[in-house]
C-alpha cells in the first residue's frame, strides 16, 4: 500500500522536512547529534541540554540519542570536541608570541561571540582530543621562546588560566556590573588615593585593552626566563 499521500493532480505528497528533523528514512550520525546540541547550547545554554529535548530537535525519541552516545556528558564533550574542530591553529613558525596571542585571541573571540559555547568548551574536566593540537601549537611556540619543557607546561597553562579566567570575567562579570557612573565610584575611591587615580580603568575598564595588556605583560615576563 502506498502510505504517501498525493494531491489533487495525483502527484504523490512528501513529507516535509522540519527544522533540524531528519528526512524520513534517514538515521542520525553523532556528528549531527552533536551539532544539534551545539546549537542549543549556543542559544540557551547548556542547562537547556537534555536528551528528551535534543531528540525532540531531531525529531527521534531520547533512547535513540543512545544509540550513538552514552549518555548526555558524552553530547557536550563532543559539542566541545566540535568546537575546539572549528578553531584555526596558528602558524607553525614565526614569532612565538605573535602565535601565541593568535590562539587567545581566537579563544577570546569565541567567548565574546558564543559565551554559552565558550563555558562548554572551556570547562571539561578532561581535555577534549581535538584540544590537542592547539595544546600542542602553544608548547611548540613556547619552546621557540627558549624554555624547558617543564617550564613550556607552566607557561601553557598560565596563559589557558589567564585566558579563561578574563574571559569569563568579560561575559559573566563585566557585562552585569559594569559600573557606569564613575563619579560614584570616584567618590567612594577618595580616601585611597592609589585607587582613586586610577578609578576608571579598574571600574569602567576597556576590555580588549586590558586583555591585551595583561596577556603582553605575562608573556614578556615569560620572555626574560
Known amino acids: 500500500?502506498?502510505?504517501e499521500?498525493?494531491?489533487?493532480a495525483g502527484t504523490p505528497r512528501r513529507k516535509r522536512k522540519g527544522p533540524g528533523r531528519p528526512a524520513a528514512g534517514e538515521s542520525l550520525t553523532p556528528h549531527e547529534v552533536a551539532a544539534a546540541a551545539l546549537q542549543l547550547i549556543a542559544s540557551?545554554?547548556?542547562?537547556?541540554?537534555?536528551?528528551?529535548?535534543?531528540?525532540?530537535l531531531l525529531g527521534v525519541k531520547a533512547m535513540a540519542l543512545y544509540n550513538h552516545f552514552a549518555d548526555k556528558e558524552a553530547i557536550v564533550d563532543?559539542?566541545?570536541s566540535m568546537v575546539f574542530a572549528g578553531m584555526p591553529l596558528p602558524p607553525a613558525k614565526g614569532p612565538w608570541?605573535?602565535?601565541?596571542?593568535?590562539?587567545c585571541f581566537e579563544v577570546r573571540a569565541l567567548a565574546l561571540k558564543q559565551p554559552n559555547v565558550f563555558r562548554v568548551a572551556m570547562t571539561r574536566h578532561i581535555p577534549p582530543e581535538k584540544s590537542l593540537p592547539h595544546i600542542a601549537a602553544a608548547l611548540s611556540a613556547f619552546a621557540d621562546a627558549g624554555l624547558s619543557p617543564a617550564?613550556?607546561?607552566?607557561?601553557?597553562q598560565t596563559v589557558r588560566l589567564y585566558v579563561r579566567a578574563h574571559c569569563l570575567w568579560e561575559i559573566e562579570?563585566?557585562?552585569?556590573h559594569r559600573i557606569s557612573d564613575s563619579a560614584d565610584a570616584a567618590r567612594a575611591a577618595s580616601q585611597y588615593p592609589s585607587v582613586?587615580?586610577?578609578?576608571?580603568?579598574?571600574?569602567?575598564?576597556?576590555?580588549?585593552?586590558?586583555?591585551?595588556?595583561?596577556?603582553?605583560?605575562?608573556?614578556r615576563g615569560l620572555q626574560n626566563k
Open 1 to 3: 500500500m502506498n502510505t
Open 5 to 8: 499521500r498525493s494531491t489533487s
Open 44 to 56: 540557551e545554554g547548556e542547562s537547556a541540554l537534555t536528551m528528551r529535548r535534543l531528540g525532540e
Open 78 to 80: 563532543a559539542v566541545a
Open 97 to 103: 608570541k605573535s602565535r601565541i596571542k593568535s590562539i
Open 151 to 156: 617550564a613550556q607546561v607552566v607557561a601553557y
Open 173 to 176: 562579570e563585566l557585562r552585569v
Open 196 to 219: 582613586s587615580a586610577a578609578v576608571n580603568l579598574i571600574f569602567a575598564p576597556d576590555p580588549e585593552r586590558q586583555f591585551e595588556a595583561g596577556l603582553e605583560l605575562i608573556l
